[in-house]
Protein backbone atom coordinates (compact mmCIF):
# COMPACT_ATOMS: atom_id res chain seq x y z
CA UNK A 1 0.00 0.00 0.00
CA UNK A 2 1.80 3.16 -1.38
CA UNK A 3 -0.77 5.76 -0.14
CA UNK A 4 -0.35 8.50 2.38
CA UNK A 5 -3.67 10.15 2.60
CA UNK A 6 -6.90 8.40 4.50
CA UNK A 7 -9.87 9.64 5.64
CA UNK A 8 -10.26 9.25 9.56
CA UNK A 9 -13.18 9.97 12.37
CA UNK A 10 -12.55 10.93 15.89
CA UNK A 11 -15.21 10.05 18.17
CA UNK A 12 -14.21 12.70 21.37
CA UNK A 13 -12.25 16.11 21.20
CA UNK A 14 -11.31 16.39 25.01
CA UNK A 15 -7.26 16.55 24.87
CA UNK A 16 -6.38 13.15 23.01
CA UNK A 17 -9.16 13.58 20.24
CA UNK A 18 -8.81 17.24 19.46
CA UNK A 19 -5.00 17.35 19.63
CA UNK A 20 -4.67 14.07 17.49
CA UNK A 21 -7.87 15.38 14.76
CA UNK A 22 -5.61 18.54 14.47
CA UNK A 23 -2.52 17.26 13.90
CA UNK A 24 -3.34 14.49 11.68
CA UNK A 25 -5.77 17.03 9.41
CA UNK A 26 -2.27 19.32 9.46
CA UNK A 27 -0.26 16.20 7.96
CA UNK A 28 -3.26 16.74 4.89
CA UNK A 29 -5.44 13.90 5.72
CA UNK A 30 -9.44 14.52 5.88
CA UNK A 31 -10.34 14.24 9.67
CA UNK A 32 -14.65 14.37 10.84
CA UNK A 33 -14.59 14.40 14.74
CA UNK A 34 -17.86 13.34 15.95
CA UNK A 35 -19.07 14.88 19.09
CA UNK A 36 -22.45 14.89 21.82
CA UNK A 37 -22.63 18.97 22.74
CA UNK A 38 -24.00 21.09 19.83
CA UNK A 39 -22.35 24.08 21.30
CA UNK A 40 -18.91 22.89 21.87
CA UNK A 41 -19.37 21.50 17.88
CA UNK A 42 -20.11 24.86 16.92
CA UNK A 43 -17.05 26.29 18.80
CA UNK A 44 -15.05 23.86 17.55
CA UNK A 45 -16.33 24.68 14.02
CA UNK A 46 -15.53 28.11 14.79
CA UNK A 47 -11.39 27.60 15.78
CA UNK A 48 -12.39 28.09 19.48
CA UNK A 49 -10.64 25.58 22.31
CA UNK A 50 -12.36 25.60 25.64
CA UNK A 51 -9.01 24.74 27.03
CA UNK A 52 -5.31 25.87 27.31
CA UNK A 53 -3.05 23.67 25.13
CA UNK A 54 -0.05 25.97 23.43
CA UNK A 55 -0.52 26.09 19.34
CA UNK A 56 -3.85 23.78 19.44
CA UNK A 57 -6.11 26.91 18.52
CA UNK A 58 -4.02 28.00 15.60
CA UNK A 59 -3.67 24.68 13.91
CA UNK A 60 -7.09 24.27 14.24
CA UNK A 61 -7.95 26.73 12.41
CA UNK A 62 -5.74 26.42 9.92
CA UNK A 63 -6.79 22.84 9.44
CA UNK A 64 -10.47 24.34 9.34
CA UNK A 65 -9.95 27.11 6.55
CA UNK A 66 -8.52 24.42 4.60
CA UNK A 67 -11.51 22.57 5.27
CA UNK A 68 -9.68 19.09 6.32
CA UNK A 69 -11.06 18.99 9.56
CA UNK A 70 -15.03 18.90 10.40
CA UNK A 71 -16.38 18.74 13.59
CA UNK A 72 -19.74 17.27 13.84
CA UNK A 73 -23.14 15.24 15.75
CA UNK A 74 -23.91 13.30 13.13
CA UNK A 75 -22.66 9.69 12.45
CA UNK A 76 -23.72 8.93 9.06
CA UNK A 77 -21.60 12.14 7.82
CA UNK A 78 -18.71 11.56 9.43
CA UNK A 79 -18.42 7.97 9.02
CA UNK A 80 -18.93 8.52 4.85
CA UNK A 81 -15.25 6.69 3.28
CA UNK A 82 -13.53 6.40 6.58
CA UNK A 83 -10.61 4.77 6.37
CA UNK A 84 -10.49 4.40 10.04
CA UNK A 85 -12.39 5.28 13.43
CA UNK A 86 -10.63 6.20 16.37
CA UNK A 87 -12.45 6.67 19.97
CA UNK A 88 -10.85 9.13 22.19
CA UNK A 89 -13.94 9.61 24.47
CA UNK A 90 -12.61 9.80 28.21
CA UNK A 91 -12.88 6.75 30.94
CA UNK A 92 -13.01 8.58 34.12
CA UNK A 93 -12.73 6.75 37.44
CA UNK A 94 -15.58 5.31 38.85
CA UNK A 95 -16.76 5.59 42.80
CA UNK A 96 -14.69 2.21 43.28
CA UNK A 97 -11.72 3.46 41.60
CA UNK A 98 -11.86 1.44 38.21
CA UNK A 99 -12.16 2.89 34.51
CA UNK A 100 -15.96 3.43 34.02
CA UNK A 101 -16.13 2.66 29.92
CA UNK A 102 -19.61 3.36 29.36
CA UNK A 103 -18.71 6.40 27.00
CA UNK A 104 -16.37 4.03 24.67
CA UNK A 105 -19.06 0.90 24.18
CA UNK A 106 -21.76 3.86 23.92
CA UNK A 107 -20.09 5.56 20.66
CA UNK A 108 -18.83 2.45 19.35
CA UNK A 109 -21.79 0.72 19.49
CA UNK A 110 -23.14 3.50 17.47
CA UNK A 111 -20.11 3.46 15.31
CA UNK A 112 -20.72 0.10 14.26
CA UNK A 113 -24.68 0.54 13.57
CA UNK A 114 -23.56 3.46 11.49
CA UNK A 115 -21.32 1.70 8.91
CA UNK A 116 -21.02 2.51 5.39
CA UNK A 117 -17.29 0.71 4.20
CA UNK A 118 -17.21 -2.70 3.90
CA UNK A 119 -13.96 -2.58 5.74
CA UNK A 120 -13.69 -0.39 8.88
CA UNK A 121 -11.03 -0.80 11.29
CA UNK A 122 -12.05 0.84 14.76
CA UNK A 123 -9.06 1.91 17.02
CA UNK A 124 -9.63 1.97 20.95
CA UNK A 125 -7.42 5.16 21.81
CA UNK A 126 -9.29 5.68 25.33
CA UNK A 127 -7.14 4.13 27.86
CA UNK A 128 -8.96 0.73 29.13
CA UNK A 129 -8.49 -1.91 31.63
CA UNK A 130 -7.09 -5.09 29.87
CA UNK A 131 -9.61 -7.40 28.40
CA UNK A 132 -12.20 -4.93 26.99
CA UNK A 133 -11.50 -4.72 23.78
CA UNK A 134 -12.04 -8.36 23.28
CA UNK A 135 -15.13 -8.04 24.73
CA UNK A 136 -16.43 -5.21 22.92
CA UNK A 137 -15.59 -7.02 19.97
CA UNK A 138 -17.55 -9.89 20.76
CA UNK A 139 -20.22 -6.95 22.07
CA UNK A 140 -19.82 -5.04 18.57
CA UNK A 141 -20.37 -8.43 16.56
CA UNK A 142 -24.64 -8.69 17.71
CA UNK A 143 -24.86 -4.84 16.03
CA UNK A 144 -22.57 -5.65 12.59
CA UNK A 145 -24.77 -4.84 9.49
CA UNK A 146 -24.06 -7.64 6.78
CA UNK A 147 -21.01 -7.17 4.48
CA UNK A 148 -20.29 -4.48 6.51
CA UNK A 149 -16.64 -5.84 8.28
CA UNK A 150 -14.87 -4.10 11.26
CA UNK A 151 -12.00 -4.68 13.04
CA UNK A 152 -11.20 -3.66 16.94
CA UNK A 153 -7.54 -1.81 17.14
CA UNK A 154 -6.26 -1.14 20.74
CA UNK A 155 -3.99 1.78 20.03
CA UNK A 156 -3.07 3.58 23.48
CA UNK A 157 -2.57 7.23 23.34
CA UNK A 158 0.82 8.93 25.31
CA UNK A 159 0.55 12.54 24.68
CA UNK A 160 1.45 14.40 27.45
CA UNK A 161 -0.61 18.20 28.00
CA UNK A 162 1.43 20.93 27.45
CA UNK A 163 3.15 19.28 24.82
CA UNK A 164 0.38 17.35 23.16
CA UNK A 165 1.03 18.68 19.60
CA UNK A 166 4.60 17.95 19.54
CA UNK A 167 3.97 14.47 21.33
CA UNK A 168 1.84 13.63 18.34
CA UNK A 169 3.57 14.66 15.45
CA UNK A 170 6.75 13.00 17.08
CA UNK A 171 5.92 10.11 18.60
CA UNK A 172 8.29 8.33 21.02
CA UNK A 173 6.72 5.12 20.44
CA UNK A 174 3.40 3.46 18.81
CA UNK A 175 1.77 0.85 20.18
CA UNK A 176 -0.43 -1.33 18.35
CA UNK A 177 -2.75 -3.82 19.42
CA UNK A 178 -4.31 -5.87 16.50
CA UNK A 179 -5.42 -9.66 15.32
CA UNK A 180 -6.74 -8.83 12.06
CA UNK A 181 -3.99 -8.68 9.22
CA UNK A 182 -5.72 -6.63 7.28
CA UNK A 183 -5.89 -3.66 10.14
CA UNK A 184 -2.84 -4.41 10.98
CA UNK A 185 -1.37 -3.40 6.80
CA UNK A 186 -3.83 -0.50 7.44
CA UNK A 187 -2.24 1.23 10.44
CA UNK A 188 1.51 0.32 9.84
CA UNK A 189 0.50 2.14 6.17
CA UNK A 190 -0.49 5.08 8.23
CA UNK A 191 1.76 5.22 11.48
CA UNK A 192 4.83 4.59 8.92
CA UNK A 193 5.53 8.97 7.96
CA UNK A 194 6.18 8.99 11.99
CA UNK A 195 9.52 7.14 11.98
CA UNK A 196 8.72 6.02 15.22
CA UNK A 197 9.55 2.68 16.61
CA UNK A 198 6.31 0.71 15.81
CA UNK A 199 5.18 -2.34 18.62
CA UNK A 200 2.30 -4.78 16.84
CA UNK A 201 1.07 -6.99 20.09
CA UNK A 202 -2.37 -8.55 20.78
CA UNK A 203 -5.10 -6.30 22.39
CA UNK A 204 -4.37 -7.23 25.75
CA UNK A 205 -0.71 -6.48 26.13
CA UNK A 206 -1.63 -3.53 24.34
CA UNK A 207 -3.68 -2.20 27.39
CA UNK A 208 -1.78 -3.23 29.55
CA UNK A 209 1.31 -1.13 28.33
CA UNK A 210 -1.06 1.81 28.75
CA UNK A 211 -1.46 1.70 32.18
CA UNK A 212 1.49 0.50 32.76
CA UNK A 213 3.21 3.04 31.76
CA UNK A 214 1.49 5.63 33.79
CA UNK A 215 1.81 3.58 36.71
CA UNK A 216 5.48 3.21 36.23
CA UNK A 217 6.20 6.96 35.56
CA UNK A 218 3.92 7.62 39.11
CA UNK A 219 6.08 4.99 40.69
CA UNK A 220 9.33 6.57 39.69
CA UNK A 221 7.71 10.38 41.21
CA UNK A 222 6.89 8.65 44.26
CA UNK A 223 10.19 6.21 44.60
CA UNK A 224 12.12 9.62 44.50
CA UNK A 225 9.66 11.39 47.26
CA UNK A 226 10.01 8.42 49.50
CA UNK A 227 13.48 9.39 49.45
CA UNK A 228 13.61 12.93 49.73
CA UNK A 229 11.20 12.60 53.02
CA UNK A 230 14.47 10.27 54.34
CA UNK A 231 17.11 12.86 53.21
CA UNK A 232 15.08 15.68 54.86
CA UNK A 233 15.41 13.47 57.91
CA UNK A 234 19.20 12.92 57.57
CA UNK A 235 20.95 15.81 56.18
CA UNK A 236 21.39 13.47 52.65
CA UNK A 237 20.55 15.57 49.49
CA UNK A 238 17.98 14.36 47.12
CA UNK A 239 19.13 16.00 44.08
CA UNK A 240 23.10 14.09 44.56
CA UNK A 241 20.95 10.58 45.87
CA UNK A 242 19.00 10.78 42.33
CA UNK A 243 22.20 12.14 40.18
CA UNK A 244 24.41 9.01 41.57
CA UNK A 245 21.56 6.64 40.86
CA UNK A 246 20.78 7.96 37.43
CA UNK A 247 25.15 7.18 36.86
CA UNK A 248 24.13 3.75 36.76
CA UNK A 249 22.59 3.23 32.93
CA UNK A 250 19.80 1.18 34.29
CA UNK A 251 18.14 4.16 36.30
CA UNK A 252 16.78 6.56 33.42
CA UNK A 253 16.93 10.20 35.02
CA UNK A 254 13.35 11.38 33.62
CA UNK A 255 10.35 11.81 35.41
CA UNK A 256 12.62 11.09 38.83
CA UNK A 257 11.92 14.52 40.46
CA UNK A 258 11.02 15.08 44.23
CA UNK A 259 8.72 17.40 45.15
CA UNK A 260 5.13 17.74 45.77
CA UNK A 261 3.70 15.02 43.95
CA UNK A 262 1.95 14.01 40.95
CA UNK A 263 -1.28 15.01 39.45
CA UNK A 264 -3.40 15.71 36.27
CA UNK A 265 -6.10 13.18 34.36
CA UNK A 266 -4.15 10.25 33.92
CA UNK A 267 -1.80 9.58 36.62
CA UNK A 268 -3.69 9.30 39.99
CA UNK A 269 -6.77 7.92 38.09
CA UNK A 270 -4.80 4.73 35.90
CA UNK A 271 -3.12 3.61 39.66
CA UNK A 272 -6.17 3.56 40.95
CA UNK A 273 -7.33 1.85 37.52
CA UNK A 274 -4.59 -1.05 37.91
CA UNK A 275 -5.40 -1.51 40.85
CA UNK A 276 -8.74 -2.27 40.66
CA UNK A 277 -7.57 -4.62 37.87
CA UNK A 278 -4.76 -6.39 39.71
CA UNK A 279 -7.72 -6.96 42.68
CA UNK A 280 -9.77 -8.09 40.08
CA UNK A 281 -7.44 -11.30 39.27
CA UNK A 282 -6.51 -11.60 43.27
CA UNK A 283 -3.12 -10.25 42.41
CA UNK A 284 -1.71 -7.69 45.19
CA UNK A 285 -1.70 -4.43 44.59
CA UNK A 286 -0.02 -3.19 47.67
CA UNK A 287 2.96 -1.68 45.57
CA UNK A 288 0.28 0.69 43.74
CA UNK A 289 -1.27 1.72 46.73
CA UNK A 290 1.94 2.80 48.20
CA UNK A 291 2.34 4.78 44.94
CA UNK A 292 -1.07 6.53 45.69
CA UNK A 293 -0.03 7.04 49.84
CA UNK A 294 3.31 8.87 49.00
CA UNK A 295 2.22 10.94 46.63
CA UNK A 296 -0.44 12.33 49.30
CA UNK A 297 2.34 12.64 51.51
CA UNK A 298 4.26 14.66 49.06
CA UNK A 299 2.31 17.21 49.30
CA UNK A 300 1.42 17.26 52.91
CA UNK A 301 5.03 17.32 53.68
CA UNK A 302 5.51 20.65 51.59
CA UNK A 303 1.95 22.20 53.39
CA UNK A 304 3.57 21.07 56.80
CA UNK A 305 6.63 23.09 55.90
CA UNK A 306 4.56 26.16 55.77
CA UNK A 307 3.60 25.87 59.53
CA UNK A 308 7.26 25.23 60.59
CA UNK A 309 7.75 28.50 59.06
CA UNK A 310 5.47 30.51 60.43
CA UNK A 311 3.86 28.96 62.98
CA UNK A 312 0.07 29.17 63.46
CA UNK A 313 -1.85 29.27 59.82
CA UNK A 314 -4.72 31.27 61.33
CA UNK A 315 -5.14 35.15 59.62
CA UNK A 316 -1.91 34.93 57.76
CA UNK A 317 -1.10 35.18 53.88
CA UNK A 318 -0.40 32.16 51.98
CA UNK A 319 0.86 33.45 48.50
CA UNK A 320 0.85 30.65 45.82
CA UNK A 321 2.10 30.36 42.91
CA UNK A 322 1.14 27.83 40.41
CA UNK A 323 -1.94 26.44 40.37
CA UNK A 324 -2.03 23.94 37.40
CA UNK A 325 -1.23 20.06 37.97
CA UNK A 326 2.42 21.13 35.86
CA UNK A 327 3.02 23.62 33.34
CA UNK A 328 1.68 24.37 29.77
CA UNK A 329 -1.86 23.84 30.83
CA UNK A 330 -5.24 24.92 32.14
CA UNK A 331 -5.61 21.80 33.82
CA UNK A 332 -6.34 21.32 37.32
CA UNK A 333 -7.53 17.86 38.07
CA UNK A 334 -5.97 16.20 41.11
CA UNK A 335 -3.95 18.81 40.88
CA UNK A 336 -1.41 19.47 44.66
CA UNK A 337 -1.97 22.96 44.69
CA UNK A 338 -5.47 22.44 45.13
CA UNK A 339 -4.91 20.44 47.93
CA UNK A 340 -2.53 22.53 49.27
CA UNK A 341 -5.67 25.27 48.99
CA UNK A 342 -7.60 22.90 50.27
CA UNK A 343 -5.62 22.45 53.66
CA UNK A 344 -4.54 26.18 54.38
CA UNK A 345 -8.24 27.42 54.01
CA UNK A 346 -8.56 25.29 56.75
CA UNK A 347 -5.94 26.24 59.43
CA UNK A 348 -7.83 29.63 58.70
CA UNK A 349 -5.07 31.14 56.18
CA UNK A 350 -5.76 33.56 53.39
CA UNK A 351 -4.22 32.86 49.98
CA UNK A 352 -3.09 34.89 47.42
CA UNK A 353 -2.63 32.75 44.33
CA UNK A 354 -0.94 33.57 40.92
CA UNK A 355 -0.95 31.09 37.50
CA UNK A 356 -0.27 32.43 33.97
CA UNK A 357 -3.46 30.14 32.89
CA UNK A 358 -5.36 28.08 35.82
CA UNK A 359 -7.00 30.60 37.33
CA UNK A 360 -10.16 30.81 35.96
CA UNK A 361 -10.75 27.03 36.50
CA UNK A 362 -9.70 27.23 40.07
CA UNK A 363 -12.15 29.87 40.52
CA UNK A 364 -14.52 27.62 40.05
CA UNK A 365 -13.51 25.74 43.04
CA UNK A 366 -12.06 28.25 44.97
CA UNK A 367 -13.58 31.49 45.25
CA UNK A 368 -12.76 32.54 48.91
CA UNK A 369 -9.02 32.76 47.53
CA UNK A 370 -7.85 36.29 45.76
CA UNK A 371 -6.42 35.42 42.41
CA UNK A 372 -3.57 38.23 41.55
CA UNK A 373 -2.34 39.38 37.86
CA UNK A 374 1.02 38.42 38.59
CA UNK A 375 3.83 36.98 40.78
CA UNK A 376 4.56 39.85 42.58
CA UNK A 377 1.24 41.17 43.21
CA UNK A 378 0.82 37.75 44.89
CA UNK A 379 3.47 37.77 47.32
CA UNK A 380 2.86 41.58 48.31
CA UNK A 381 2.35 41.41 52.10
CA UNK A 382 2.45 37.44 52.13
CA UNK A 383 3.85 35.87 55.18
CA UNK A 384 4.75 32.71 53.45
CA UNK A 385 5.69 31.86 49.84
CA UNK A 386 4.59 28.29 48.27
CA UNK A 387 5.53 27.25 44.68
CA UNK A 388 3.51 24.76 43.64
CA UNK A 389 3.56 24.41 40.03
CA UNK A 390 7.26 25.12 38.20
CA UNK A 391 5.88 27.87 35.45
CA UNK A 392 9.01 29.33 33.38
CA UNK A 393 8.42 32.69 34.52
CA UNK A 394 8.50 31.40 38.30
CA UNK A 395 12.52 30.89 37.11
CA UNK A 396 12.95 34.40 36.20
CA UNK A 397 12.16 36.31 39.07
CA UNK A 398 13.50 39.80 40.62
CA UNK A 399 14.25 38.04 44.27
CA UNK A 400 15.21 41.21 45.76
CA UNK A 401 11.94 42.55 44.51
CA UNK A 402 9.92 39.53 45.84
CA UNK A 403 11.93 39.94 49.13
CA UNK A 404 10.82 43.48 49.55
CA UNK A 405 6.97 42.94 49.08
CA UNK A 406 6.81 39.44 51.29
CA UNK A 407 5.69 40.71 54.53
CA UNK A 408 8.44 37.81 56.13
CA UNK A 409 11.07 36.29 53.43
CA UNK A 410 9.40 32.70 53.68
CA UNK A 411 9.50 30.26 50.76
CA UNK A 412 8.50 26.64 50.87
CA UNK A 413 9.21 25.52 47.32
CA UNK A 414 7.52 22.55 46.28
CA UNK A 415 9.08 22.15 43.21
CA UNK A 416 13.21 22.52 43.57
CA UNK A 417 13.22 25.25 41.54
CA UNK A 418 16.28 27.77 43.07
CA UNK A 419 19.25 26.64 44.88
CA UNK A 420 18.85 26.82 48.62
CA UNK A 421 22.52 28.08 49.13
CA UNK A 422 21.62 31.21 46.98
CA UNK A 423 18.37 31.61 48.88
CA UNK A 424 19.76 31.88 52.08
CA UNK A 425 22.43 33.94 51.24
CA UNK A 426 19.64 36.56 50.07
CA UNK A 427 18.31 36.06 53.37
CA UNK A 428 15.29 34.07 52.93
CA UNK A 429 14.11 31.52 55.42
CA UNK A 430 14.06 28.53 51.72
CA UNK A 431 12.32 24.91 52.49
CA UNK A 432 12.47 22.68 49.50
CA UNK A 433 12.29 19.44 49.42
CA UNK A 434 15.17 16.45 50.00
CA UNK A 435 17.62 19.24 50.39
C1 LIG B 1 0.74 11.51 31.36
C2 LIG B 1 1.82 10.72 30.62
O1 LIG B 1 3.10 11.34 30.81
C3 LIG B 1 1.51 10.61 29.13
O2 LIG B 1 2.49 9.81 28.49
C4 LIG B 1 0.12 9.99 28.97
O3 LIG B 1 -0.27 9.94 27.60
C5 LIG B 1 -0.91 10.82 29.72
O4 LIG B 1 -0.52 10.89 31.11
C6 LIG B 1 -2.23 10.13 29.58
O5 LIG B 1 -2.38 9.01 30.08
O6 LIG B 1 -3.11 10.65 28.88
P1 LIG B 1 0.18 14.13 31.66
O7 LIG B 1 -0.90 13.69 32.60
O8 LIG B 1 -0.13 15.15 30.63
O9 LIG B 1 0.76 12.86 30.86
O10 LIG B 1 1.34 14.73 32.57
P2 LIG B 1 2.86 14.39 32.88
O11 LIG B 1 3.74 15.29 32.11
O12 LIG B 1 3.12 12.96 32.76
O13 LIG B 1 2.95 14.81 34.42
C7 LIG B 1 2.17 14.16 35.41
C8 LIG B 1 2.47 14.70 36.78
O14 LIG B 1 3.73 14.23 37.26
C9 LIG B 1 2.53 16.22 36.88
O15 LIG B 1 1.78 16.65 38.00
C10 LIG B 1 4.00 16.51 37.08
O16 LIG B 1 4.22 17.71 37.79
C11 LIG B 1 4.42 15.30 37.87
N1 LIG B 1 5.87 15.02 37.84
C12 LIG B 1 6.49 14.69 36.68
C13 LIG B 1 6.59 15.04 39.03
O17 LIG B 1 6.04 15.33 40.11
N2 LIG B 1 7.93 14.72 38.99
C14 LIG B 1 8.56 14.39 37.85
O18 LIG B 1 9.77 14.09 37.88
C15 LIG B 1 7.82 14.39 36.65
Known amino acids: MKRNKFTITIVGHGYVGLVTAAVWADLGHKVYVIGRNREKINKLNHGEVYFYEPGLKKLLQ???KSQRLK??????????????????????????GGADISAVINVSKKIIKNLQANFTVLAIKSTVPVGTNRK???????????????????????????????????????????????AEKLLLTFHRRFKAPILITNLESAEIIKYAS????????????????????????????????????????????????????CFPKDIKALTRILNKYQIDASLLN???????????????????????????????????????????REAPALKIIDWLLKKGAKIKAYDPQAMKNTLQKFDNVLYCKNALAAVENADVLIIATEWPEFKKVDWQLVKHRLKKPNIVDGRNLYYPDKMKQMGYNYLSSGR
Open 214 to 265: NAFLSMKISFANLLSFLCEKTGANIEEVIKGMTMDKRINPHFFKAGIGFGGS
Open 136 to 182: LLKLLKKYQKPGKRFAIVSLPEFLREGTAIKDTLHPHRIIIGVEDKR
Open 290 to 332: GVGKINQLAWQNAAHKTLKLVGSLKNKTVALWGLAFKPGTDDI
Open 62 to 64: RNL
Open 71 to 96: FTLNYQEALTNTDMVIVCVNTPGNHD
